[in-house]
């Protein structure tokens, strides 16, 4: 096994997977041992999460240049939360830099809008099962 704390501290993509199935890309925050997705209106994932919480998400990277394959799969019951704006800051600075002035109108105005009116919503998974593997390669 290895350190996947580390691991899902890297801003990667995770893959979501519910009732349906339904299986879509997403930004995630680790932290406090919990996947934290932003959603809103402009998704069905809140919707698809209050039909049935019960969902899959997986995180992975492949490079066969260098033989580094690491995978995350959790499973568990999510649900929905309001939104918080340190939250949300933690999430996008991850992937799009510090320097909030750089980023694209729609990322700034989930920290500067209104979550109530926007329709800005956590989803909160906190794993039932998780597995981290090292499926790594020499090249």
């Not at 501290?9 to 979501?16: D, E, K, N, W, Y």
């Amino acid at each position: 096994m290895f350190d996947a704390d580390e691991f899902l501290a890297g801003p990667l993509t995770a893959r979501v997977a519910t009732a349906g199935p339904t299986v879509r890309p997403t930004w995630y925050l680790w932290e406090n041992r919990a996947f934290w997705l932003l959603t809103g209106p402009w998704a069905r994932l809140a919707g698809l999460v209050r039909e049935s919480p019960s969902i899959a998400l997986t995180v992975d990277v492949c490079d066969v240049g260098t033989g580094v394959v690491k995978q995350v799969l959790a499973r568990g019951e999510a649900e929905v939360l309001p939104f918080d704006v340190p939250r949300g800051r933690r999430l996008l600075s991850r992937y799009l830099g510090a320097d909030e002035r750089k980023w694209d109108a729609r990322f700034r105005s989930y920290l500067h809008d209104d979550p109530e009116v926007k329709g800005t919503v956590w989803i909160r998974m906190v794993p039932k099962r998780f597995v981290a593997d090292d499926l790594g390669y020499r090249v």
